[in-house]
C-alpha cells in the first residue's frame, strides 16, 4: 500500500518535468545541458526531463516604455520631456532578443537620452511644442536602426508630455494673456472708431438734411411773399406798401404764437402799429447800405506803384 502513492507521486512528477504549457503570444527558450536547443511557441510542449531545461520566457506582445528625460533647450530653458517607446519582440527573432541584449530596457533609455539631448538643444521652446512629431521621429529612427539586430521592433514612439520649469510656465501664461488683452483692446478700439465715425456721419447727414429744410422753407416763404405781393398789387396796392403789410402781418402772427406758448420766457417786443413799418423801413436802409458798400469795394480799384 505504501508504494501505490510512490508510484503516483513519481507518475505525477514525470508528467510536470516532461509536459509544460506556453501561454499564447509568449515564447519558451529550451536549452539542453546549458546550450540553446530550441524555441517552443504557444500551447502544449515537451521536454526531456534533467537533459532540457526552460531557460527562459519572452512576451511577444506590444510593450511600452516611458523616458523622463531633463535638458535644456536653446534659448536656455531647463524642460522636462516624457517619451513613450512602444515595442515588441519580433518573432523570427526571439533567439537574438534573449541572448544578445540582457536589459533591453535601459538600452532603449540609453538611446532615447542621446537622442532627445541631441535635437531639442537645437531648437526654442516654442519649437519644441510645435516640433514634437519631428522628436519622436528621430528617436523612432535611431532606436529602429539599432534594435532591430537584437531582435526588437520599435512600433511608434511619442512624445506624451513637455514641461517647462514652472517660472517658464507662468511667464508664457503672463505673455499669453497680455496678447490676448491686447488683441481685445484693439478690437474695443476699433469698434469705438466705428461708432465715432458713424456718429459723425448720422450727425453730417442730419446737418445736411437740417439745411436743406431751412433752405426749402425760406424758399416757399420767399415764394409765398412773392405771391402775396403779386396778389396786393393786383389790387391797387404798390409794393412797399404790400411788404408794410406783410410784415406788420408777421409781425402780429408771432406775438399770437409766443402768446399761445404758456412756458415761453419773457420777450419784450414793440406793439405799436408803426412798428412794423419802422422795422421795414430799418430792413431797407440795411440792405441798402449793404449794396452801396459792396458796389464800392468793386468799383475800388489798386493803385499801381511807381517804381
Same mark, same amino acid.
Given at each position: 500500500?505504501?508504494?501505490?502513492?510512490?508510484?503516483?507521486?513519481?507518475?505525477?512528477?514525470?508528467?510536470?518535468?516532461?509536459?509544460?504549457?506556453?501561454? %499564447?503570444?509568449?515564447?519558451a527558450?529550451?536549452?539542453?545541458?546549458?546550450?540553446?536547443?530550441?524555441i517552443?511557441q504557444?500551447?502544449?510542449?515537451l521536454?526531456i526531463?534533467?537533459?532540457?531545461?526552460?531557460?527562459?520566457r519572452?512576451?511577444l506582445?506590444?510593450?511600452?516604455?516611458?523616458?523622463?528625460?531633463?535638458?535644456?533647450?536653446?534659448?536656455?530653458?531647463? &524642460?522636462k520631456?516624457?517619451?513613450?517607446?512602444?515595442y515588441?519582440?519580433?518573432?523570427?527573432?526571439?533567439?537574438?532578443?534573449?541572448?544578445?541584449?540582457?536589459?533591453p530596457?535601459?538600452?532603449?533609455?540609453?538611446?532615447?537620452?542621446?537622442?532627445?539631448?541631441?535635437e531639442v538643444?537645437?531648437?526654442?521652446?516654442d519649437?519644441?511644442f510645435?516640433?514634437?512629431?519631428?522628436i519622436?521621429?528621430?528617436?523612432?529612427?535611431?532606436? %529602429?536602426e539599432?534594435?532591430?539586430?537584437?531582435?526588437?521592433?520599435?512600433?511608434?514612439?511619442? &512624445?506624451t508630455?513637455?514641461d517647462?520649469?514652472?517660472? &517658464?510656465?507662468?511667464a508664457?501664461?503672463?505673455i499669453?494673456?497680455?496678447?490676448?488683452?491686447k488683441?481685445?483692446?484693439?478690437?474695443?478700439?476699433?469698434?469705438?472708431?466705428?461708432?465715432? &465715425?458713424?456718429r459723425?456721419k448720422?450727425?453730417?447727414e442730419?446737418?445736411?438734411?437740417?439745411? %436743406?429744410?431751412?433752405?426749402d422753407?425760406?424758399?416757399?416763404?420767399?415764394?409765398?411773399?412773392?405771391e402775396?405781393?403779386?396778389?396786393?398789387n393786383?389790387?391797387?396796392?404798390n409794393s412797399?406798401?404790400a411788404?408794410?403789410?406783410?410784415?406788420v402781418?408777421?409781425?402780429?402772427d408771432?406775438?399770437?404764437?409766443?402768446?399761445q406758448?404758456?412756458?415761453?420766457?419773457?420777450?419784450?417786443?414793440?406793439?405799436?402799429?408803426?412798428?412794423?413799418s419802422?422795422?421795414?423801413?430799418?430792413?431797407?436802409?440795411?440792405?441798402?447800405a449793404s449794396?452801396?458798400?459792396?458796389?464800392?469795394?468793386k468799383?475800388?480799384?489798386p493803385?499801381?506803384?511807381?517804381k
Amino acid at each position: 500500500m505504501i508504494i501505490l502513492p510512490i508510484v503516483i507521486g513519481l507518475a505525477i512528477f514525470f508528467l510536470m518535468a516532461v509536459f509544460f504549457i506556453v501561454k %499564447q503570444q509568449s515564447a519558451a527558450i529550451i536549452e539542453r545541458f546549458g546550450k540553446f536547443q530550441s524555441i517552443r511557441q504557444s500551447g502544449l510542449q515537451l521536454k526531456i526531463p534533467v537533459f532540457d531545461r526552460i531557460a527562459g520566457r519572452l512576451s511577444l506582445k506590444i510593450q511600452q516604455l516611458d523616458v523622463i528625460i531633463e535638458t535644456k533647450t536653446l534659448d536656455d530653458v531647463f &524642460v522636462k520631456l516624457k517619451v513613450s517607446v512602444q515595442y515588441k519582440v519580433i518573432r523570427e527573432k526571439v533567439y537574438d532578443a534573449f541572448y544578445k541584449l540582457d536589459y533591453p530596457h535601459d538600452q532603449i533609455t540609453s538611446f532615447v537620452f542621446d537622442v532627445v539631448r541631441a535635437e531639442v538643444p537645437k531648437m526654442k521652446l516654442d519649437d519644441v511644442f510645435v516640433k514634437k512629431d519631428d522628436i519622436a521621429i528621430a528617436v523612432k529612427r535611431e532606436l %529602429q536602426e539599432y534594435m532591430t539586430d537584437y531582435g526588437y521592433h520599435i512600433i511608434k514612439t511619442l &512624445v506624451t508630455d513637455i514641461d517647462p520649469d514652472a517660472q &517658464v510656465k507662468a511667464a508664457m501664461n503672463r505673455i499669453n494673456a497680455a496678447d490676448r488683452e491686447k488683441t481685445a483692446a484693439q478690437f474695443e478700439g476699433d469698434a469705438q472708431r466705428i461708432l465715432i &465715425v458713424e456718429r459723425a456721419k448720422a450727425e453730417a447727414e442730419s446737418k445736411r438734411l437740417q439745411g %436743406q429744410g431751412i433752405a426749402d422753407q425760406r424758399r416757399e416763404i420767399a415764394r409765398g411773399l412773392e405771391e402775396s405781393v403779386e396778389v396786393l398789387n393786383k389790387v391797387g396796392i404798390n409794393s412797399q406798401e404790400a411788404s408794410a403789410l406783410i410784415v406788420v402781418t408777421q409781425h402780429y402772427d408771432t406775438l399770437q404764437s409766443i402768446g399761445q406758448e404758456t412756458n415761453s420766457n419773457l420777450i419784450l417786443l414793440p406793439n405799436s402799429p408803426q412798428a412794423g413799418s419802422q422795422m421795414l423801413n430799418d430792413m431797407v436802409a440795411s440792405f441798402t447800405a449793404s449794396n452801396q458798400i459792396g458796389e464800392a469795394m468793386k468799383n475800388a480799384k489798386p493803385k499801381k506803384i511807381d517804381k
